[in-house]
């Protein structure tokens, strides 16, 4: 069995965190995830946490968390692009389901983050709906660019934190939620050799000096 679920946003952080070290140390316990946790979440679900993240098939939520069923509500889409869709799921998580925590999921050599860096620099229009994509991302491309970035984890890290920024401006509801207490929103860069996830941004998190982020290479931005 897991932690007893978390009711505030900072032990919802830290229930998540914990389990990536887990993960990244190679000793997971797979919580929730028997025969008895499936009766169990039958008649409803409380997930403690909502994650928006990339669909790379290399970031499944539930393992690098060590997490199991019921626990996370999980939103993915290439590049963690965000429109109404992924807007309206992130605000049934939280208002609906009540979710502490909301969670931008980005990791090193994204594919969307590539292909926009690629189209920026050449020009070229992508086909189909990837160019939906692309178009999500490249505000996030010109914002590194115009700061200077050359380095892969500095465009991820701008993506990531421009989600956040446009979950914040675009949801009124989850802005509401942050400014009450009842959620945070967290960024998180994930590297994929390594298996941990490290803190980018935070908005709505109190994060006292003597209780900081257990993680070895914390970059945050606080808001």
């Known amino acids: 069995m897991s932690d007893i679920a978390p009711g505030t946003p900072r032990e919802a952080l830290d229930l998540l965190l914990a389990g990536n070290r887990r993960f990244a140390a190679g000793t997971p316990r797979h919580p929730n995830q028997d025969a ?6 039958v008649p409803a679900q409380h997930p403690f946490a909502v994650l928006l993240g990339c669909s790379d098939s290399r970031l499944a939520a539930e393992i690098i968390f060590d997490q199991g069923l019921g626990d996370l509500f999980v939103v993915r889409t290439a590049g963690h692009a ?26 090193d050599a994204c594919g969307a983050v590539a292909a ?3 189209a920026v620099a050449d020009g070229t229009v992508a086909r189909g709906h990837l160019r939906d994509v692309i178009e999500r991302v490249t505000p996030s491309v010109l914002a590194a660019q115009a700061a200077g970035v050359s380095e892969d984890d500095g465009f991820i890290a701008t993506h990531v934190q421009h989600t956040v920024d446009f979950l914040m401006d675009r949801s009124r509801e989850l802005a509401d939620q942050v400014a009450s ?13 390594e298996g941990t996830a490290r803190p980018i941004t935070f908005r709505g998190l109190d994060l006292p000096a003597d209780r900081p982020l257990r993680t070895d290479t914390a970059s945050t931005t606080t808001g």
Request: aromatic share 4%; with cysteine; charged share 15%.
């Open 181 to 193: 207490g009842r959620t945070a929103v967290v960024g998180l860069s994930y590297r994929l050799a």
């Open 116 to 118: 926009t860096r690629a």
């Open 36 to 41: 008895a946790r499936r009766a169990d979440i």
């Open 82 to 107: 965000a429109g109404p869709e992924v807007l309206g799921s992130i605000e049934y998580g939280v208002s609906v389901l009540g979710c502490p925590l909301v969670v931008v999921l980005g990791h």
